[in-house]
């Protein structure tokens, strides 16, 4: 049977009585609709002006093309790049599906649905999950200002889709051997300020250290800062090492807030987190930090859109 043309396609539907349900979906249908070059566009774009990613050398020439992208040899190191060179997007295919993926991103569909709908293998879905999930994660704030709320969350440690796993399964799968926090459990540490800007850290297993507080918090503190955290003594100890104000919430001893010293939006954070991540049904701890960034991204909803996305995912680095 031969195809519709276009023009018999917008005929046909130019004769349809839409009711106001069928309508929205026609719109939210073209709104979704990316022409394969646009992707190209984009990558191209962002990466304008950029210098040679092999020695930063601002001089180049064009020299064609490959993959649909433009090739660049430098005049500095001679060697030959494109826009996506150097950047976690490098060599990755078929960027005709990439709006479309970037799209199942932001709308946090599993492995499964992803590739039924942008139209490409399960393994392909997964591979390009972990690296559009780290690229655009990148985009973090880089000082958190005012009053902030620090606490941890912990998951039991997992090697899902490991070969090989280092320690005896567990015969019933979510249940640690030992009771409390230990070895067996990945943390991950938030803090977020009264602006909303939020950083996550993966700082490892067990429980939290002043040593891994000062690594991860102390450089993205502004000096004048209120630490608000938890009765944890690290805490304590991290503050005092940093010269930094901390107060304390003591839920335990039933002071759960007072006025504006409490830590509600970091563990609201905390629990939007845990109930997103259970459509994945576990994920391993090896990217935890993938997972949590992109719910951060999500939760910051600054990345809206699937260029935003590829923008922040095709920055080199
Ligand atoms: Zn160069």
Redesign the pocket.
Known sequence: MRSLTFDEVFAILSAVRWSAAELARLRAWLAGAVHPDECIALIEQAARGRP?P??R?PRSQRCGQASGLQRFR?L??R?SYNALTGTPLARLRKKERWLDYLQCVLESRTVREAASIAGVHRTTSFRWRHRFVPGAVRDRPSLLTAIVEADETYRLESQKGSRSLTRPPRLRGGVATRRGINREHDCLLVARDRGGRTLDFHTGRGPVTATQLFACLQPVLAADVLLVSDAAAVYRRFAARAGISHEVVNATAGGRARGAIHIQNVNGWHSRFKTWLVRFRGVASHYLSNYSGWQRLLDARQLTTPAKCLCAAARPG
Request: with cysteine.
């Open positions: 040679c092999h020695c050398c430098c500095g190191c060697r």
